[in-house]
């Protein structure tokens, strides 16, 4: 059984940082896609951060870019993303994804087959 599992959210301030890890089991997906999005109560899920299967190609969504860095570790099967000066509006069940068909990235909700259960980020003013 397939399984990504994320951790690392929590209650901070704005400006703290916070590093969320997601660890994937029952199958390797070091040559897939991944990626971080999040979902704010009464919004849409939104794209925050890719990485290709290589690690070489990486996005970020326009509001957390030069603040976030998503990285792999493939021999650990888990993604990371780092996210600094962190804001109110980061405020957001944080959820990572795969994508078993490809290495590239896809930005879209449509683009991944596999989920974790996410992970609740909160930060106060």
């Known amino acids: 059984q397939v399984q990504l599992v994320e951790s690392g959210g929590g209650l901070v301030h704005a400006g703290d940082s916070l590093r969320l890890s997601c660890a994937a089991s029952?199958?390797?997906?070091?040559?897939?896609?991944m990626g971080w999005f999040r979902q704010a109560p009464g919004k849409e899920r939104e794209c925050v951060a890719t990485i290709s299967g290589s690690g070489s190609f990486t996005y970020y969504t326009d509001s957390v870019k030069g603040r976030s860095a998503v990285s792999r570790d493939n021999a650990k099967n888990t993604v990371y993303l780092q996210m600094n000066s962190l804001k109110p509006s980061d405020t957001a069940v944080y959820y990572c994804a795969a994508d078993s068909r490809r290495g590239y990235s896809g930005r879209q909700v449509a683009d991944y087959d596999y989920w974790g259960q996410g992970t609740q980020v909160t930060v106060s003013s």
């Open positions: 029952g199958r390797t997906f070091s040559r897939n896609a």
